[in-house]
């Protein structure tokens, strides 16, 4: 998925948009401010938040 997050120069929030088109990111103000004054981060997939807790399989099972 194209998400690509922001960062408002203005009011300093960070938010995140969806961009489907090239175009859509010159479109883009702050939901906050409504300031057209962001930047573009780097985002990378690896460092997704996500809880993936079931790496338990395998260890504790010697019956
Ligand atoms: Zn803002």
Redesign the pocket.
């Known amino acids: 998925m194209p998400i690509y997050e922001f960062k ?1 120069y ?2 300093g ?1 960070n938010f995140e948009k969806l961009i489907f088109k090239r175009e859509e990111e010159k479109e883009i103000n ?1 939901p ?2 409504g ?1 057209k004054k962001i930047e573009k981060l780097v985002t990378s997939f690896s460092s997704v938040k996500s809880k993936s807790n079931g790496f338990s399989c395998g260890s504790g099972r010697f019956s």
């Open positions: 408002c203005n009011c929030k702050c906050y401010c300031s």
